[in-house]
């Protein structure tokens, strides 16, 4: 054992060993951390789109409905906006980054997103839907008018400049 050779063959063979496990696990970390990034973010995604599928039936014919919302959003244009072709705007960075319609409903008038924008990698509207379905439904009873919670709406996305989501159709 008094041969150098033999110490140096063993430092040489852990240090190369060292870089290739070091390599392996490496990658292996990267592997793991981007399934649970991928399914963290699935799971908010799914969450914040069930918020945004919420709709919200107005027991009141659509012109009453419609009054009731306007004034709703005009009482808050840094978060809301009035849209030309009759919808509702939310605002997170442009006026129309979620699309909120008024539809007829057996019961009334339906308030639903129909189009939210995806920033930041999902859809970031859904606190600002919460309050326009809060002070819509306050508007209301001021008026003696009640609400109830409409049929849940699903979405699906869009590729694009920004991506987007639609929606698809009520939830079975």
């Not at 951390?33 to 799914?46: H, K």
């Not at 978060?79 to 007829?104: M, N, S, T």
């Not at 839907?129 to 609400?147: F, H, M, P, Q």
Request: aromatic letters at 6%.
């Amino acid at each position: 054992m008094d041969n150098p050779v033999i110490y140096v063959a063993i430092i040489v063979a852990v240090i190369v060993g060292a870089m290739f496990l070091g390599r392996g696990l490496r990658r292996s970390v990267a592997r793991s951390g981007s399934r649970y990034g991928r399914r963290t973010t699935d799971e908010r995604v799914n969450g914040i789109l069930a918020e945004l599928g919420a709709t919200l039936v107005i027991h009141a014919p659509a012109p009453a409905a419609r009054e009731i919302v306007d004034r709703v959003v005009l009482q808050q244009p840094r978060k809301f906006a009035l849209l030309d072709d009759g919808g509702y705007g939310i605002r997170f960075v442009e006026a129309d980054d979620a699309v909120v319609h008024l539809v007829d409903d057996a019961a009334g008038t339906r308030m639903q997103v129909v189009r939210t924008t995806e920033r930041l990698g999902m859809p970031q509207n859904v606190e600002f839907w919460k309050e326009l379905r809060s002070r819509v439904a306050s508007g209301a009873g001021a008026r003696d008018i009640s609400v109830a919670d409409g049929p849940q709406h699903d979405f699906a996305r869009h590729d694009g400049d920004p991506a987007c989501w639609e929606t698809i159709g009520e939830r079975s």
